[in-house]
T-cell receptor, first 111, second 115 residues
Framework: DQQVKQNSPSLSVQEGRISILNCDYTNSMFDYFLWYKKYPAEGPTFLISISSIKDKNEDGRFTVFLNKSAKHLSLHIVPSQPGDSAVYFCAADTSYGKLTFGQGTILTVHP | GAGVSQSPRYKVAKRGQDVALRCDPISGHVSLFWYQQALGQGPEFLTYFQNEAQLDKSGLPSDRFFAERPEGSVSTLKIQRTQQEDSAVYLC?????????????FGDGTRLSIL
């Protein structure tokens, strides 16, 4: 039972354009959502998060949107840069930090 | 360094051997988590410590897996009588106090290969 799903295994965008990564969840008890970025042979690095009481959180080039009624969140990266190429994981939390992760989306940003 | 440190980075063991994986969390972080990441998948929760207390071990796959954090800082994940399906990357993460809205900081993981 996959409670957090990232249905796009990969995404390819041109440098300077917008990257949109999507994530769906099924558990309505999730109340905190995070995005992590992962380079090969490294651990996930925290990017941005959002509480369920908000619908948008912005940090520089990164914006996370949350649609609770649709149980959907997305990460927007504008403008995309080649250094953004990595695997992106969304994760959800209900309580003390026991994170449930999606399968990840491989983002490739072409120069 | 100031981040989460895991050792060894790579471990190869024969089926049936016991292995021990170490995690040094960020200094002062109360909460510590272990995750298992299979190839092409997202990390999956194994167990959680608050200081030295293991508060949740619901993700441990079998009784061959054992974790401890005796002094509330360094943690060790031990796998006894390893099987091929134990091959994965084992990630450790820590957070300041484990409360909701506290991002976890991950180490680079230990890649375990069972032959």
């Amino acid at each position: 039972d996959q409670q957090v799903k990232q249905n796009s295994p990969s995404l390819s965008v041109q440098e300077g354009r917008i990257s949109i990564l999507n994530c769906d969840y099924t558990n309505s008890m999730f109340d905190y959502f995070l995005w992590y970025k992962k380079y090969p042979a490294e651990g996930p690095t925290f990017l941005i998060s959002i509480s369920s009481i908000k619908d948008k959180n912005e940090d520089g080039r990164f914006t996370v949107f949350l649609n609770k009624s649709a149980k959907h969140l997305s990460l927007h990266i504008v403008p995309s840069q080649p250094g953004d190429s990595a695997v992106y994981f969304c994760a959800a939390d209900t309580s003390y930090g026991k994170l449930t992760f999606g399968q990840g989306t491989i983002l490739t940003v072409h120069p | 360094g100031a981040g989460v440190s895991q050792s060894p980075r790579y471990k190869v063991a024969k089926r049936g051997q016991d292995v021990a994986l170490r995690c040094d969390p960020i200094s002062g972080h109360v909460s510590l988590f272990w995750y298992q990441q299979a190839l092409g998948q997202g990390p999956e929760f194994l167990t959680y410590f608050q200081n030295e207390a293991q508060l949740d071990k619901s993700g441990l796959p079998s009784d061959r897996f054992f974790a401890e954090r005796p002094e509330g800082s360094v943690s060790t994940l031990k796998i006894q009588r390893t099987q091929q399906e134990d091959s994965a990357v084992y990630l450790c993460a820590s957070s300041l106090d484990g409360a909701v809205n506290q991002p976890q900081h991950f180490g680079d993981g230990t890649r375990l290969s069972i032959l």
